[in-house]
């Protein structure tokens, strides 16, 4: 049985928004966007190595939920796919990219690359590059945030592939049992690498059939409407503050790229993909500004230009920052 | 180095022994010999270096399965859940890869947190937590997050227990940058470091032995700490080194006895932690016994005694005046029969063979 998807009047949550947050939330969108198109070109040109696993498609999800917590009162962990997390965290793109460089001046000062973006200020626990090994850690962050009684909350990032690993499990049993403030969030891309979500789980529908084994409550929305991603987030995180009982959501989205720049995406038609490419969630909210006469396209490509500007300026600093001293490699192995 | 305030270790017999009828023989409190010093058992000072801690530092919490309401499946975390409250001493579910990974998060975020493994066999559920996560968190974050996490718990063979619970992981995880391994032979010896690590800011491997929880000692009653990576002479001699570690140290401790009636003075050196390893120290006593046997409870291949023994290769070739020997536990599973047990152990008979071998005298 498919989920009851969360449902949402977008006109009402666009005012409800209001004109300045939401153009600052399109705007953060389009930053994420931008960024990663250009650390895609600079994968091309062989700047960037390694693997690189953009979140092109699913913007909307991690930007909703970010705009209804304060990153470094309440904590976030992801999975390997980080960019966006990070962004939203408020770490420098500078920052950002010359980690994708692998250079000195880097979010972890090159040692981390792009699966590995954290920020201590923040809480950003991370990216993660074993599927599912970041949902015990964002488990523990709320189990100290409860302990400690800061009135924080966790926000756990998790893909569709992660569902089946025991951490997953593990990790929500141990939530329920003790009350923990987490929310653990499954963005459903419909592809765990290559393996189409339901060749991986026994159930359609991923927080509603599963959270009922952990006496959960369960959300699912629409993860390309960033109305509905945002709503949805107001009203999960305001509860979870208020009951300190976890909650399971589940965003349907999908990514337009592969798994990683690598992946040929041979499991997928192009029809999907161009389907898919029509609901683009920056598109839509660009369209409702429109609508509603608050945004100009002319003032849309004004901004889109200066994030684009932005983004060449973090890759020129990149570029120009110093490689990792050789005196660095056994730093930071030991605290 | 040991700095000169710190009390000297002192001798491993105890002048008398607990009476479990009118003493306790668990718990954190010792029992007051009157002179400055206590006697306490072996998990008594693991119990009494959580309780000071957790007195000192209200960000260390413990978790595991049964070390609340149980006491502990060892009666190691006796009476803290009385002394600090389920929020601080909690019981798990049998989840290790989710308490592991949990802790770690709690570690990230200005907790201390302390896992008990019920047995080490079982630290290989969180295999990957301890691995991926704990062990390389800090680097892989440019130093952003550092992981002050004890893991701690009985490694090693139990009396007959089989395959799957008498691993001894001393050398597995010391495999891995950073982490650190430590592995106290003496209730001194725990006490001191699970204080030191309490005090630290990596994950530590805090490895225990169920046949050893009972052992006692006379220990000070003031505080003291032992820093990591200085080993401990347990026993002086010229004639041979034998490293050591945890239950190995009394197997050897016996078989010195043995050899010494023999005239084969034997020292044995105790690392007490096996990473960071105190090679200064191995390679301080090989200068003046020339010999040296390596005796742990893992397995040969990749174990501590292929790396003491490729270190002293590298450092003191010319010193050695017999090929290192190593006395391991047999590459076998653990059987359940007693006297196969026995023969894969590194029991007191192998390591007299191993040291006459080194000595060139007849087995």
């Known amino acids: 049985m498919p989920a009851q998807l969360y449902e949402v009047d977008p006109i009402a949550v666009r005012d409800e928004i209001g004109k300045e947050r939401l153009i600052e939330l399109w705007r953060r969108m389009l930053t994420i966007r931008r960024f990663e198109e250009r650390a895609e070109l600079a994968y091309r040109a062989k700047k960037v190595a390694g693997f690189l696993h953009l979140y092109i498609g699913q913007e909307a999800v991690a930007t909703g939920w970010y705009d209804h917590i304060t990153p470094g009162v309440d904590a976030t962990v992801t999975s390997y796919r980080c960019h966006a997390h990070a962004i939203l965290s408020g770490v420098d793109v500078k920052e950002l990219m010359a980690e994708l460089y692998g250079k000195a001046t880097g979010n972890a000062k090159g040692k981390g690359g792009s699966m590995h973006f954290f920020s201590r200020e923040k809480l950003f626990l991370g990216g993660h590059g074993i599927v599912g090994g970041q949902i015990p850690v964002g488990t523990g962050a709320a189990f100290s945030l409860k302990y400690r009684k800061t009135g924080g909350v966790s926000l756990t990032f998790l893909g569709d592939g992660a569902t089946p690993q025991g951490t997953f499990h593990e990790s929500l049993n141990m939530a329920s049992l003790w009350s923990l403030p987490a929310i653990y969030i499954i963005e459903n891309n419909q592809y765990g690498m290559g393996t189409a979500c339901h060749r991986a789980n026994a159930v359609d529908s991923l927080a509603e059939a599963k959270a009922v084994g952990y006496n959960m409550k369960a959300y699912t929305f629409d993860g390309l409407d960033l109305f509905a991603s945002w709503k949805c987030a107001q009203e999960v995180v305001a509860e979870v503050r208020r009951s300190s009982r976890p909650v399971l959501v589940e965003a349907k989205t999908y990514r337009y790229r592969g798994h990683s720049v690598s992946d040929a995406g041979l499991y997928r038609t192009k029809e999907e993909v161009e389907r898919y490419k029509r609901l683009d969630p920056i598109a839509r909210v660009q369209q409702a500004l429109q609508d509603a006469g608050w945004l100009s396209e002319a003032e849309a490509n004004a901004i889109d230009e200066e994030i684009r500007a932005r983004m060449a300026e973090a890759a020129d600093f990149a570029e120009r920052s110093p490689e990792p001293p050789l005196s660095q490699l056994t730093a930071d192995v030991y605290a | ?363």
């Not at chain 2, 919490?61 to 060892?74: D, K």
């Not at chain 2, 990957?128 to 704990?134: E, F, G, K, T, V």
């Open chain 2, 1 to 363: 180095m040991l700095d000169a305030s710190t009390p000297l270790a002192p001798p491993l017999k105890p002048r008398r022994a607990l009476d479990p009828k009118s003493e306790p023989i668990n718990g954190y409190r010792g029992v007051d010999l009157g002179d400055g010093r206590q006697l306490l058992s072996m998990r008594m000072a693991i119990c009494q270096a959580l309780y000071e801690e957790m007195q000192r530092d209200p960000t260390i919490v413990i978790l595991g399965e049964e070390v609340a309401e149980y006491n502990g499946a060892y009666k190691v975390t006796k009476g803290l859940l009385d002394a600090f409250g389920p929020e601080r001493v909690i019981d798990t579910p049998i989840t290790e890869s989710g308490f592991t990974g949990l802790a770690i998060g709690a570690a990230m975020t200005g907790l201390r947190p302390v896992v008990e493994f019920m047995s080490w066999n079982f630290s290989f559920v969180a295999f990957d937590q301890i691995i991926s996560n704990a062990s390389k968190m800090c680097y892989m974050s440019g130093g952003a997050f550092p992981i002050p996490l004890v893991m701690r718990g009985p490694n090693g063979a139990g009396p007959r227990v089989s395959s799957q619970h008498s691993h001894a992981v001393e050398a597995i995880y010391s495999h891995f940058p950073g982490l650190i391994v430590v592995s106290p032979s003496t209730p001194y010896d725990a006490k001191g470091l699970l204080k030191t690590a309490l005090r630290q800011n990596n994950p530590v491997c805090f490895l225990e032995n169920e046949m050893l929880y009972s052992f006692e000692q006379e220990i000070p009653l003031a505080e003291y700490t032992i820093p990591f990576g200085v080993a401990d002479l347990k026993r002086e001699g010229r004639d041979c080194t034998i490293v050591a570690v945890n239950r190995c140290v009394h197997w050897a401790l016996e078989a010195a006895e043995e050899l010494a009636r023999e005239g084969i003075e034997c020292e044995v050196v105790d690392p007490r932690t096996v990473k960071p390893l105190d090679i200064e120290a191995i390679v301080r006593s090989v200068r003046k016994t020339n010999r040296c046997v390596v005796v742990e409870e893992c397995y040969r291949t990749g174990g501590i005694g292929a790396e003491v023994a490729a270190q002293l290769m590298e450092l003191a070739f010319d010193d050695l005046d017999a090929p290192v020997q190593r006395v391991t536990t047999t590459e076998n599973p653990m059987p359940y029969a007693a006297n196969l047990e026995h023969e894969t152990l590194p029991k007191p008979h192998r390591i007299i063979a191993a040291v006459r071998r080194a000595c060139y005298r007849s087995p």
